[in-house]
């Protein structure tokens, strides 16, 4: 009794904070939405309205299981564990929402057959109660950070058992949560069980208080996600031409560029041009419409350059700057090596199992905390480089290429099967998890 009326204070603070900080945020919401067009198709959903407008099995009887992930990244991990719970449990009606316009077109590309897709709502209280009473699921999974307060306690409170699977937690958040641990403990203590992707993450929930019995290292899904492609061998055609690379050409690609990175790039390139005049270099940024104008400014003049939209490329250019997305892995297939962008700054880095799919090395800053796990077989295996400093940058791009030249471009590449066999199972632990509620759905 103690326990459910705390529960239910807990409910009512975070409810008003959430309403109070959601007011707050209106006004810039509007300004995006209006003067920059963001979330205009996701906006009324993510407040619940016309939620389910495309979801088909809302009013069907029989066992609902609920995932929810936040992105892209975060659902395409999702894939392989999906697959596997509709292959094992074919009765089951599976859900999958999302937070982001981006994530929903990912779902939608790759899932629409096999489960409904939405918009997650805000977590705000009465929003996510309203979800709860149309959806009624019977067990929720929440993806890697998406720890949402507001659906948790509800979801504790209507007796649904809800799960972390492929969780993380970065050292920032980790400090949050200690900091309010008063809040946060308890509700996370509600959790039916928490599946960590590595022993970093499972010490940071520890010190949160949560019962030891109840986190398990489970490894990660993109491994798993990665693994599954290449079974399938689901190759994309590796044209060189394409782009106007003969075979004598060094091609390095960074891939999801921050804004602040582009100085050390540009700058580490231009030191490497004047010694290896057949290298050259491919930028595409995390976000193309901040970076386009500041690269555009730092290579007016200076390299010979072109802006790729996603039509016909007519000439050879030392530098390409990609204004499109979708076509990052197809550039990892051309690339002789990759730079990992987010990685220079202290945003965490961007998925590196992209270029790993075609065997290529790649090399890193020092702020790849929300890829800990996959960035420590990177550096175990040898198959990637942490840099600290644009010196060591170059010191590393240089090396390549050197090897390049001496043995081949082969000589850098790996069998990324061989490498990442002994890392996958997350989808098998998981699903072991999983059966206590799934079992009796068979």
């Given at each position: 009794m103690k326990s459910w009326i705390r529960l239910n204070i807990l409910l009512w603070l975070y409810g008003l904070l959430s309403f109070i900080l959601f007011l707050c945020a209106l006004p810039v919401l509007i300004y995006r939405i209006i003067l920059k067009g963001k979330y205009r198709l996701s906006f009324k959903k993510r407040l619940g309205i016309n939620i389910f407008s495309d979801v088909k099995q809302i009013k069907s009887g029989g066992f609902k299981l609920w995932l929810h992930s936040v992105s892209v990244?975060?659902?395409?991990?999702?894939?392989?564990?999906?697959?596997?719970?509709?292959?094992?449990?074919?009765?089951?009606?599976?859900?999958?929402?999302?937070?982001?316009?981006?994530?929903?077109?990912i779902a939608k590309k790759h899932l629409e057959k096999d489960v409904d897709i939405f918009y997650m709502p805000l977590d705000i209280p009465v929003l996510q109660d309203r979800l709860l009473r149309r959806l009624n699921p019977n067990l929720i999974l929440l993806a890697e950070t998406e720890l949402w307060p507001g659906l948790i306690l509800l979801s504790k409170l209507k007796n649904i058992p809800v799960a972390l699977i492929h969780g993380r937690l970065s050292e920032k958040s980790s400090n949050r949560y200690r900091l309010l641990k008063w809040f946060f403990s308890p509700v996370f203590r509600t959790l039916s069980f928490i599946s960590v992707q590595s022993k970093t993450d499972y010490d940071r929930f520890m010190y949160l208080k949560i019962p030891p019995d109840n986190i398990f290292i489970d490894g990660s899904l993109k491994i798993d996600s990665l693994l599954e492609e290449?079974?399938?061998?689901?190759?994309?055609?590796?044209?060189?031409?394409?782009?106007?690379?003969?075979?004598?050409?060094?091609?390095?690609v960074c891939g999801s560029i921050h804004p602040p990175e582009i100085n050390i790039i540009l700058k580490t390139f231009r030191r490497m041009k004047m010694e290896y005049s057949n290298l050259y270099l491919i930028i595409a940024p995390r976000h193309p419409e901040a970076c386009l104008e500041l690269l555009e400014n730092q290579l007016s003049g200076n390299e010979s350059f072109l802006v790729y939209d996603g039509g016909n490329i007519n000439k050879k250019c030392s530098v390409v700057i990609i204004n499109c997305i979708g076509i990052l892995?197809?550039?990892?297939?051309?690339?002789?090596?990759?730079?990992?962008?987010?990685?220079?700054?202290?945003?965490?880095?961007?998925?590196?199992?992209?270029?790993?799919?075609?065997?290529?090395?790649?090399?890193?800053?020092?702020?790849?905390?929300?890829?800990?796990?996959?960035?420590?077989i990177f550096l175990k295996t040898n198959i990637g480089v942490m840099v600290n400093h644009p010196d060591e940058l170059k010191d590393v791009i240089k090396g390549w290429i050197d090897k390049i030249n001496r043995d081949g471009r082969c000589s850098l590449m790996y069998n990324p099967r061989a490498i990442f066999s002994?890392?996958?199972?997350?989808?098998?632990?998981?699903?072991?998890?999983?059966?206590?509620?799934?079992?009796?759905?068979?």
């Amino acid at each position: 009794m103690k326990s459910w009326i705390r529960l239910n204070i807990l409910l009512w603070l975070y409810g008003l904070l959430s309403f109070i900080l959601f007011l707050c945020a209106l006004p810039v919401l509007i300004y995006r939405i209006i003067l920059k067009g963001k979330y205009r198709l996701s906006f009324k959903k993510r407040l619940g309205i016309n939620i389910f407008s495309d979801v088909k099995q809302i009013k069907s009887g029989g066992f609902k299981l609920w995932l929810h992930s936040v992105s892209v990244g975060e659902t395409l991990a999702l894939i392989p564990l999906i697959h596997r719970i509709k292959m094992d449990f074919p009765k089951i009606n599976v859900f999958l929402s999302t937070s982001t316009e981006a994530g929903q077109s990912i779902a939608k590309k790759h899932l629409e057959k096999d489960v409904d897709i939405f918009y997650m709502p805000l977590d705000i209280p009465v929003l996510q109660d309203r979800l709860l009473r149309r959806l009624n699921p019977n067990l929720i999974l929440l993806a890697e950070t998406e720890l949402w307060p507001g659906l948790i306690l509800l979801s504790k409170l209507k007796n649904i058992p809800v799960a972390l699977i492929h969780g993380r937690l970065s050292e920032k958040s980790s400090n949050r949560y200690r900091l309010l641990k008063w809040f946060f403990s308890p509700v996370f203590r509600t959790l039916s069980f928490i599946s960590v992707q590595s022993k970093t993450d499972y010490d940071r929930f520890m010190y949160l208080k949560i019962p030891p019995d109840n986190i398990f290292i489970d490894g990660s899904l993109k491994i798993d996600s990665l693994l599954e492609e290449i079974n399938k061998d689901t190759n994309i055609s590796i044209d060189r031409q394409k782009w106007f690379f003969d075979d004598n050409d060094i091609v390095w690609v960074c891939g999801s560029i921050h804004p602040p990175e582009i100085n050390i790039i540009l700058k580490t390139f231009r030191r490497m041009k004047m010694e290896y005049s057949n290298l050259y270099l491919i930028i595409a940024p995390r976000h193309p419409e901040a970076c386009l104008e500041l690269l555009e400014n730092q290579l007016s003049g200076n390299e010979s350059f072109l802006v790729y939209d996603g039509g016909n490329i007519n000439k050879k250019c030392s530098v390409v700057i990609i204004n499109c997305i979708g076509i990052l892995k197809q550039l990892y297939s051309i690339c002789d090596f990759a730079f990992i962008g987010g990685s220079l700054i202290p945003h965490g880095g961007q998925n590196i199992l992209e270029a790993a799919r075609f065997g290529k090395p790649v090399v890193f800053g020092p702020f790849m905390f929300n890829f800990n796990a996959i960035t420590d077989i990177f550096l175990k295996t040898n198959i990637g480089v942490m840099v600290n400093h644009p010196d060591e940058l170059k010191d590393v791009i240089k090396g390549w290429i050197d090897k390049i030249n001496r043995d081949g471009r082969c000589s850098l590449m790996y069998n990324p099967r061989a490498i990442f066999s002994e890392y996958g199972g997350a989808v098998d632990k998981i699903i072991s998890r999983l059966k206590i509620y799934l079992d009796k759905e068979r």
